[in-house]
Nanobody
């Protein structure tokens, strides 16, 4: 099994920034595509961003494009999500996910491993 552990969530004022981290352990990181999803209370889980093994390909939800940046450090088995210009609509539990297929995807079903999530709360 692959374990994914998110960190870096917390409370931030609107307009502020946070950097989320996701550390992978257990099985070899290999060439997994990594992604971030989020889920607000009463809403469906939503795609946020994804990144390929060599970081050559990234995709973002339109709602975060230009504000969020996904990156990874394969030597550290870690993926990051830099979040800037946060607003109340960004309040959610953020989940890290890994896709063993190695193909970039934007659906939850494209991913095989999931972290437990980290809460991000943006105050208005």
């Amino acid at each position: 099994q692959v374990q994914l552990v998110e960190s870096g969530g917390g409370l931030v004022q609107a307009g502020g920034s946070l950097r989320l981290s996701c550390a992978a352990s257990g099985r070899t990181f290999s060439n997994y595509v990594m992604g971030w999803f989020r889920q607000a209370p009463g809403k469906e889980r939503e795609f946020v961003a994804t990144i390929s093994w060599f970081s050559a390909i990234t995709y973002y939800n339109d709602s975060v494009k230009g504000r969020f940046t996904i990156s990874r450090d394969n030597a550290k088995n870690t993926v990051y999500l830099q979040m800037n210009s946060l607003n109340s609509e960004d309040t959610a539990v953020y989940y890290c996910a890994a896709a063993t297929s190695g193909r970039v995807g934007v659906r939850s079903s494209d991913y095989d491993y999931w972290g437990r999530g980290t809460q991000v709360t943006v105050s208005s």
